[in-house]
T-cell receptor
Framework: SQTIHQWPATLVQPVGSPLSLECTVE??????LYWYRQAAGRGLQLLFY??????ISSEVPQNLSASRPQDRQFILSSKKLLLSDSGFYLC???????????FGPGTRLTVL | DAKTTQPTSMDCAEGRAANLPCNHS???????VYWYRQIHSQGPQYIIH???NNETNEMASLIITEDRKSSTLILPHATLRDTAVYYC????????????FGTGTSLTVIP
C-alpha cells in the first residue's frame, strides 16, 4: 500500500531563517506531487506541483521554492522566512495524471 | 476550472442525513465534480467524484442535477466524526491534476 510521509510535524523558526520541509511517498512510482499551505483560518492554497523529477510548476509567486530530486521525494524550501510563511503545510500525491489526491499528515510551521 | 459556491457553514443532527449543496453554474461538459473533506488539523480526504451520473460509495452519495449546474453531497447517517470542512471542486482532468480548494462548508454534527 502507498504511504506519504512529511517531516517535521511541527517547526518553530525565527524570521529570516531558512526552511526545508521534506515529503516522501512509498509504494508507488512516478506520482504527481503537490505542496499546499493553509494559513490559520484560511483555505488551502496550492503552492507547487510536480509531474516528474526536476519538473516544478509554481502556482503562487513567493519566497518559497520546491525541488524534486528523486521520483518520490518533494522538498519545500525558503532562504529567508517571513512572518506570513506561518501555516500548515501539506504534501500530497496522486497516482495518475488524473484522479484523487492523497495527503500527508502536514507540518505546522510557526515563524516568530 | 469552473467556480463553485458553497454555504459557509451548516449544522446536522447526529444520525440524520447531511445534505451539502454546491453550485457550479458555469461548469463545462468535461468537468468533473469532486468532494473532499478536511477534519481539523489533518490533510483533506477524498470522498467522491462524478461527471454526470449520481455516484455512491461507502462514505457518501453524490447527486448531480440533470443540467449539472449544482450537486449535493449526502452523508446518509452523520456521526460526530463527520464534523469537518467539506470542499466541492469542479475541474477538468489534466496532466498536472491540480486541485484548487475554496473555503468549503464547515459542517458541525450535533449530538
Amino acid at each position: 500500500s502507498q504511504t506519504i510521509h512529511q517531516w517535521p510535524a511541527t517547526l518553530v523558526q525565527p524570521v529570516g531563517s531558512p526552511l526545508s520541509l521534506e515529503c516522501t511517498v512509498e509504494g508507488t512510482s512516478n506520482p504527481n506531487l503537490y505542496w499546499y499551505r493553509q494559513a490559520a483560518g484560511r483555505g488551502l492554497q496550492l503552492l507547487f506541483y510536480s509531474v516528474g523529477i526536476g519538473q516544478i510548476s509554481s502556482e503562487v509567486p513567493q519566497n518559497l521554492s520546491a525541488s524534486r530530486p528523486q521520483d518520490r521525494q518533494f522538498i519545500l524550501s525558503s532562504k529567508k522566512l517571513l512572518l506570513s510563511d506561518s501555516g500548515f503545510y501539506l504534501c500530497a500525491w496522486s497516482p495518475f495524471r488524473v484522479g484523487e489526491q492523497f495527503f500527508g499528515p502536514g507540518t505546522r510551521l510557526t515563524v516568530l | 476550472d469552473a467556480k463553485t459556491t458553497q454555504p459557509t457553514s451548516m449544522d446536522c443532527a447526529e444520525g440524520r442525513a447531511a445534505n451539502l449543496p454546491c453550485n457550479h453554474s458555469t461548469i463545462s461538459g468535461n468537468e468533473y465534480v469532486y468532494w473532499y473533506r478536511q477534519i481539523h488539523s489533518q490533510g483533506p480526504q477524498y470522498i467522491i467524484h462524478g461527471l454526470k451520473n449520481n455516484e455512491t460509495n461507502e462514505m457518501a452519495s453524490l447527486i448531480i442535477t440533470e443540467d449539472r449546474k449544482s450537486s449535493t453531497l449526502i452523508l446518509p447517517h452523520a456521526t460526530l466524526r463527520d464534523t469537518a470542512v467539506y470542499y466541492c471542486i469542479v475541474r477538468v482532468p489534466n496532466t498536472g491534476n491540480q486541485f484548487y480548494f475554496g473555503t468549503g462548508t464547515s459542517l458541525t454534527v450535533i449530538p
